[in-house]
């Protein structure tokens, strides 16, 4: 028994050092953590239980047969992190650079079906060389099995990627079709076809950061919703998402024990300026309403106009999309719509309650939105909101104008509570552009043109810039101080605590792409 116990014993030895100790310090002197080191600083201490340590790969070309690592370059189990079950596969680049075979995606397979059937979140921490070459189809046949079930768990448990080092060509599918990517800043990059490729095929000259680092993709791209500075920054924030998740679709958003209180925040008071047309930070506002510094922002440096990112409300967890005055006036276009498209549709999917902070002085015109389908993405916002069930809360602080007060949570949509500030102007267009148009004749025939368009801007801001003529139709459902709008707030979420929404049976809707 004991010579046998000691050939287990040496068996995951050798399987924990993965491809070596000189790969290991390989990977360190990159700045880089190991797939175990990654493990253990995201499960809680002592948790996490690894299945097919002893897994190796069937490939027999290439002196391959010679080359067997136990584990196969990935580390595959299970554990908890904050006392809550997660499935965990981290791709181990110390073994042929972490790439795929077809047993290593045999591994990965196992966990996401296991956290699938479970309820459970998968977290995926990348950091491979792509397709394991020696091996051919057999190793795209193993991405595809992955694809596969990203789109079965989708929707069903949430899927969390890191991108940790490289990932090249068509790996990046998987983390693309997972619902949160994290990269971290200087070492991992994503691309279809890396530079060589690109020089070859469109003669332009690019580094591998440019093309495809963490800063491309949390700002020209969108492609990564988080930046991290580190490995252990990227596990810390991997954790810190997770807190705002339920299990799966049939749990409920986490709620930390709360004891409401008065909850007026005076400071919302000052936030919004007494000119329309001067900016503030939306993120003030938030930080008046929400939980002290529980606003965990994603997608920040990428269509800055709109601001998406997780929050609790007297410990409950909400999704919050807010229009930025600060940033090309909180205008909506392409990027922005879909930004917060699939915010929306994510905070759906999981049951956490949406908050919608709206001022927002329309869609952006010109050539270059019209040309990129603005009417196709705006769409998309709109037909996020039109179909989401979880509680859905509004609250207008300044601008609600044209379409884009129709989009942004409307009570028409399907908004459950409408509130607007007293700063509130809703109407079809500002003042100006209406008065412009609708008393063109009687200002050009004027002694005296330039006043009389100011009178006329006038009239029309009386009339229609003031949240009164919505409330009055039962568009808005309450006009409220901005000091007790938190209040307000937890008041009318746990009023729609038990929101249930029945629509007509069909096979799935047909969001347009
Ligand atoms: C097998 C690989 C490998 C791969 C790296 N290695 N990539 N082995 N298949 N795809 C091995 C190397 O031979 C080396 O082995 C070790 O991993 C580390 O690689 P290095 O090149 O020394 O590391 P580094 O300099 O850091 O460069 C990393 C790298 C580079 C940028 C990832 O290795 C690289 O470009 N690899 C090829 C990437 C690629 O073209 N992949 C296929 C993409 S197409 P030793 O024994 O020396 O440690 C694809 C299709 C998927 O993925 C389609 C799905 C639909």
Same mark, same amino acid.
């Given at each position: 028994m004991d010579q046998k116990l000691t050939l287990l014993q040496s068996k995951l030895a050798e399987s924990a050092l993965g491809g070596g100790q000189q790969r290991i310090d390989a990977q360190h002197k990159k700045g880089k953590l190991t797939a175990r080191e990654r493990i253990h600083f995201l499960m809680d201490e002592g948790s996490f239980e690894e299945i097919g340590a002893l897994v190796t790969h069937r490939c027999t070309d290439f002196g391959m047969s010679d080359q067997q690592f136990l584990g196969d370059g990935v580390v595959t189990g299970y554990g908890t992190i904050a006392g809550r079950l997660t499935y965990v596969f981290a791709q181990d680049f110390t073994v042929f650079g972490g790439s795929l075979s077809e047993t290593h995606a045999e591994k990965i397979c196992k966990v996401m079906d296991l956290a699938i059937k479970n309820g459970a979140p998968v977290i995926g921490l990348n950091d491979s060389g792509g397709?394991?070459?020696? !091996?051919g189809v057999n190793s795209l046949g193993g991405y595809a099995d992955i694809f596969y079930r990203n789109v079965q768990a989708s929707g069903v448990v949430p899927q969390i990627s890191a991108i940790l080092g490289p990932c090249a060509g068509g790996a990046v599918y998987s983390p693309a079709m997972t619902d949160f990517i994290m990269m971290v800043e200087g070492s991992s990059y994503m691309f279809v076809t890396g530079p060589n490729v690109v020089k070859t095929v469109t003669n332009e000259e690019v580094s591998s950061e440019e093309l495809g680092g963490a800063g491309t993709h949390a700002g020209?791209?969108?492609?990564?919703?988080l930046v991290a500075a580190n490995d252990m920054d990227c596990m810390d924030k991997i954790k810190r998402l997770l807190s705002?998740?339920?299990?799966?679709?049939e749990d409920k958003a986490p709620q930390l024990p709360y004891t409401v209180g008065?909850?007026?925040?005076?400071?919302?008071?000052?936030?919004?300026? !007494?000119?329309?047309n001067q900016p503030y930070d939306i993120k003030d506002v938030i930080a008046g309403i929400v939980d002290m510094g529980t606003f965990f922002e994603i997608h920040?440096?990428?269509?800055?106009?709109i601001v998406v990112g997780f929050a609790r409300l007297a410990g409950r967890s909400i999704g919050i999309v807010a229009n930025q005055p600060m940033n090309l006036a909180g205008v909506l276009d392409v990027n922005s719509s879909k930004k917060a498209a699939r915010f929306v549709r994510f905070c759906d999917c999981f049951n956490i309650p949406l908050l919608v902070l709206e001022d927002v002085p329309g869609f952006l015109p010109g050539t270059d939105q019209e040309w990129n389908a603005i009417i196709t993405n705006g769409a998309k916002l709109l037909y996020a909101f039109s179909e989401a069930t979880v509680p859905r809360i509004t609250v207008i602080t300044r601008k609600a104008y044209g379409g884009a007060y129709d989009v942004m949570n409307s009570k028409h949509i399907g908004a459950d509570m409408n509130f607007a500030w007293p700063t509130a102007e809703i109407a079809v267009m500002g003042a100006k552009g209406a008065s412009e148009i609708i008393f063109k004749k009687e200002i050009e025939s004027a002694a005296d043109p330039a006043a009389k368009l100011l009178e006329k801007e006038r009239e029309y801001a009386e009339t229609f810039a003031n949240p009164y003529r919505a409330a009055a139709r039962g568009f808005i459902d309450e006009v409220i101080q901005p000091r007790e709008t938190r209040r307000k707030l937890i008041k009318a979420f746990a009023m729609l605590e038990h929101k249930v929404v029945n629509r007509p049976r069909r096979k799935h809707g047909n969001v347009p792409l």
């Open positions: 397709a394991r070459i020696q !091996e020209k791209s969108g492609v990564t919703h705002y998740f339920p299990q799966n679709c008065h909850e007026f925040r005076e400071e919302l008071s000052n936030i919004v300026p !007494e000119n329309a920040e440096r990428y269509a800055e106009n």
